[in-house]
């Protein structure tokens, strides 16, 4: 397991493409190196973007070469996380069902 703490970055609202693209990057690595399990600790973070959640989540499943759904695990989400983490999975799930 390899946790990735978001709140690490000391920002408490989280909306920049850059930075979301910049965590990418070490949950690329994770997946690179194997990890059987990802954690995202948004422990420290209010609130997050949109563009943030598709940069650091859509392009990530987009570009994968596996389902990589089962592998990462959220903690830490405030209601206004989830809420932007679930829309983003809610669209993800339709575009790969052909309803988008």
Sequence with gaps: MITIRLGATGHAFLSSRPM??????SIDTALRAGADEIVLD???????????????????IATADRDI??????K??????????EAL????????????
């Design 20 to 25: 979301a693209k910049y965590l990418r990057e």
């Design 42 to 60: 948004f422990s420290g973070v209010e609130a997050v973007t949109d563009s943030f959640t598709d940069e650091l989540l859509g392009a990530l």
């Design 69 to 74: 759904l089962p592998l990462l695990r959220f």
């Design 76 to 85: 830490g989400c405030t209601e206004a996380v989830r809420s932007a983490i």
């Design 89 to 100: 999975l809610h669209e993800v799930t339709a575009r790969r069902a052909g309803a988008v």
